[in-house]
């Protein structure tokens, strides 16, 4: 079946430094890749999507790019601020379209130092 | 943006009794919501996906019986556990899948902020 699998935290930085997130996926077919947040006490939030490889997403400074020849979708960004702070989960869909269940990584604790 | 809301956000109780959890999205209508089960340090496991109007699709390994799904209205589905043990203490949360027009049409879920089940 679908798998993703994510570096686990939790992963400490300092403020301004750069950020990358590994994520790796198995799947068949061609899926849609995910990143989405989750702050302390709130929900899930997408924070980018990638519909086809090499297709590159982005949001509030973050980047992700979908490789297809090394099934990868790693989360990047530049400079990171405090407010970063949060766990970040990669996922997948097996349709095109995001129209089922997702299948997600274990999710990374980003904690980022001022 | 849409809000998924989940109602309780924590219950606690006893061995065999049965423990109702409702998702609402507040400001769009739903197809179709999901249910996810999350255990500690561990990925969100998707447990069934429910449609308004029919029965629910359940993950291979998840018990129907045991985990009953109603999604009676386009705003509410509600995930029943029935005789709970402690096996079901866990974080459920639920997402709702709304059409977005951008970037070429997608069915983005929102995710509820999830319920804290604790079976003693």
């Known amino acids: 079946g679908d798998s993703v699998t994510q570096m686990e935290g939790p992963v400490t930085l300092s403020e301004e430094a750069f950020l990358t997130i590994n994520c790796t996926y198995t799947?068949?077919?061609?899926?849609?890749l995910f990143w989405y947040v989750q702050y302390p006490g709130e929900g899930l939030q997408l924070l980018l999507k990638?519909?086809?490889?090499?297709d590159k997403g982005s949001n509030k400074g973050f980047e992700a790019t979908y490789r297809k020849e090394t099934t990868s979708f790693h989360l990047e960004k530049g400079s990171v601020q405090v407010s970063d702070s949060a766990v970040y989960f990669c996922?997948?869909?097996?349709?095109?379209?995001?129209?089922?269940?997702?299948?997600f990584g274990k999710g990374t604790h980003l904690i980022i130092q001022p | 943006g849409a809000v998924v809301s989940q109602h309780p956000s924590w219950v606690i109780c006893k061995s065999g009794t049965s423990v109702k959890i409702e998702c609402r999205s507040l400001?769009?209508?739903?197809?179709?919501m999901f249910w996810y089960r999350q255990f500690p340090k561990q990925s969100l496991m998707l447990m069934a996906t429910?449609?308004?109007?029919?029965?629910?699709?359940?993950e291979q390994g998840v018990e129907k019986d045991k985990f009953l799904i109603n999604h009676a209205s386009l705003t509410l589905s509600t995930l029943t556990v029935t005789s709970a043990h402690p096996e079901d203490s866990s974080f459920y949360i639920c997402?709702?899948?709304?059409?977005?027009?951008?970037?070429?049409?997608?069915?983005?879920?929102?995710f509820g902020p999830g319920t804290r089940l604790t079976v003693l």
């Open positions: 997402s709702a899948s709304s059409f977005v027009g951008t970037s070429g049409g997608f069915n983005e879920q929102f």
């Open positions: 799947a068949t077919g061609y899926p849609s």
């Open positions: 990638a519909t086809k490889a090499d």
């Open positions: 996922a997948l869909s097996g349709l095109g379209g995001g129209a089922d269940g997702l299948t």
């Open positions: 400001d769009f209508q739903a197809t179709t």
């Open positions: 429910s449609n308004e109007g029919s029965k629910a699709t359940y």
